[in-house]
């Protein structure tokens, strides 16, 4: 059974930083593209970021390039996204998914549970 566990959101004041993890399991975690999705209050999905399975190449939405970064231990079975320079347009839910290929673009096959990222003063 495939599984994904997001941790890491919490409250952060404007400009500041949080690491969020995704914990996989049920699957080949290297053989997969994973990518972050975030929902923002009242709104629909967004897009963050993707990497394919190897880790060798990331991709962001225009919004978030320079401030986040994605990552992944293929060894722990982890993915990450660093956000940095936080704005409080960045409040959603940010989830993990699981992409269907190796490669990103191909679209996203499971979903976690999400985990809440609030910015605020």
């Known amino acids: 059974e495939v599984q994904l566990v997001e941790s890491g959101g919490g409250l952060v004041q404007p400009g500041g930083s949080l690491r969020l993890s995704c914990a996989a399991s049920?699957?080949?975690?290297?053989?997969?593209?994973m990518s972050w999705v975030r929902q923002a209050p009242g709104k629909g999905l967004e897009w963050v970021s993707a990497?394919?399975?190897?880790?060798?190449?990331?991709y962001y939405a225009d919004s978030m390039k320079g401030r986040f970064t994605i990552s992944r231990d293929n060894a722990e079975n982890t993915l990450y996204l660093q956000l940095n320079s936080l704005k409080t347009e960045d409040t959603a839910m940010y989830y993990c998914?699981?992409?269907?290929?190796?490669?990103?673009?191909?679209?996203?096959?499971?979903w976690g549970k999400g985990t809440l990222v609030t910015i605020s003063s």
């Open positions: 998914t699981k992409d269907l290929n190796y490669y990103v673009g191909y679209g996203m096959d499971y």
């Open positions: 990497i394919v399975g190897g880790g060798g190449s990331t």
């Open positions: 049920g699957f080949l975690f290297s053989s997969y593209a």
